[in-house]
């Protein structure tokens, strides 16, 4: 570990340390009227052993942890678990804040009162102490986000959810009139547990398959960092069918860039091991390239760039080279692993594309989705995030993803199977 990052490990901790010991005062305040003394001293013990507990786990992790490994199964759980405990903390300790500027203000208009007033008015008088209702308060309203962050980590992460859309196309092709394609995306192979995650994802396959789609299509990231991560899972992904095809393309952690390498020798022959990975699950990966797809007669064109992001993420992509030898006036599906392209390039581009597959955003894994209302916090960083979006009759859908990254949860953001047909007739609004 670098001194540089030795000493934003200890500042990290330092402030872990210091919200802990505020928040902890409101848990005094919480218990101090319960009767049993036992009672009492196993909650605060228990607070301080789990807070120590992820202390030193972060400790170990950081004492072996190595930019060539990437990030491990064990640092995911610890994310996982450190914002299971921060998130409530950080919400019980806005209340306490809170609180404690109102009592702050209180004691100083009633000092100045009572240094003003004369003798025989009646002087105001405060409490130094903190009021039990605000810190069960705190504690109940914090209790929502850990109960849905302890569901993200456990269940919600498998909730895989099938969403379905329907386009329609005035110039679609008579014989693809209902095609119905499957897509996924963003599966982060490498954040899967070997041992207790096979039965969740051949669930997931299982689920692919019983769309019945005519074709479907992978857009990218199919590991975290090394093209190893998949060995595990290609007997599982292998088993998805599809009559006219399955198809792939990069996304920005497919290409190693985020973990150290020996040579460029290295990283480069990872790149070719995760070319035959591809091959390996049934997969026709596109590299900046275009297949025909035909039937009755009749095609369209899959087009299927590189990965193209904005932000200091990779720009592979060449849309010019992937729409060579493509009619003008043929009707073509693009995959694109960044939707940061189709807002850039894709749709301004002279060259008419129909609909655009993205991923990438993975709803941030973290928000709210129910009728009516549709927020995650990469609504900031992405405008086209989640869900089909249209422009000037080039449609874009962006996959919410099949797995995770970093955060071992899904909290309101469900992965997903993406289930769309094509439609001739008049223009979807």
Do not use: C
Not at 80 to 102: H, Q, Y
Not at 298 to 304: H, K, M, T
Not at 321 to 336: Q, R
Not at 391 to 396: C, D, T, V
């Amino acid at each position: 570990m670098r001194q540089g990052s030795i000493l934003g490990f200890i500042i990290f901790l330092v402030i872990l340390v210091m919200i802990d010991v505020y928040v902890f005062q409101g848990v005094r305040t919480m218990t101090r009227s319960m009767t049993s003394q036992r009672w009492r001293t196993v909650i605060h013990w228990s607070y301080w052993i789990i807070s120590i507990g992820i202390f030193a786990w972060m400790g170990i992790l950081a004492l072996t942890f190595t930019p060539n490994n990437g990030p491990t199964q064990a640092f995911m759980r610890l994310i996982g678990v450190t914002i299971l405990f921060l998130i409530p903390k950080l919400v019980f300790l806005f209340f306490l804040l809170g609180e404690d500027v109102f009592r702050l203000v209180r004691m100083a208009y009633a000092g100045i009162h009572n240094m003003v007033v004369s003798n025989d008015l009646p002087k105001l008088e405060y409490s130094v102490e903190r009021r039990k209702f605000i810190s069960q308060a705190a504690m109940a309203i914090a209790a929502v986000p850990f109960l849905g962050i302890l569901h993200g980590l456990t269940l919600g992460k498998f909730n895989f959810t099938v969403r379905r859309e329907t386009i329609h196309y005035p110039d679609l092709p008579e014989a693809f009139d209902g095609l119905k394609i499957t897509q996924i995306s963003d599966l982060h192979s490498g954040s899967f547990d070997t041992d207790g995650h096979r039965s969740e994802l051949e669930r997931a396959v299982r689920m692919i398959n019983e769309q019945q789609s005519d074709i479907v299509l992978f857009t990218g990231d199919l590991v975290n960092n090394v093209a190893t991560e998949i060995l595990p899972w290609i007997d599982v992904f292998s088993k998805i069918k599809a009559p006219m095809g399955k198809f792939s393309v990069l996304g920005n952690h497919d290409y190693g860039d985020y973990v150290g390498w020996d040579s460029e020798a290295a990283k480069a022959a990872n790149m070719q091991s995760l070319y035959g990975m591809h091959q390996k699950i049934g997969f026709d990966l596109l590299r900046n390239e275009n297949r025909v797809i035909e039937k009755d007669g009749e095609r369209f064109w899959l087009l299927g760039v590189e990965n193209w992001g904005t932000g200091g993420f990779k720009k592979a992509g060449d849309l010019q080279k992937t729409l060579a030898g493509v009619p003008v006036d043929s009707f073509k599906i693009l995959m694109s692993h960044d939707p940061s392209h189709w807002e850039n390039e894709v749709q301004s581009h002279q060259t008419h594309i129909h609909l655009t597959l993205s991923g990438h955003t993975h709803g941030s894994q973290f928000g709210i989705e129910i009728p009516g209302i549709k927020w995650s916090p990469v609504k900031y960083r992405y405008p086209y995030w989640a869900g089909l979006y249209e422009a000037g009759k080039r449609y874009l859908y962006v996959n919410r993803g099949l797995g995770f990254l970093a955060l071992p949860a899904r909290v309101g953001i469900w992965p997903e199977i993406t289930v769309i047909t094509l439609k001739k007739g008049k223009a979807t609004a």
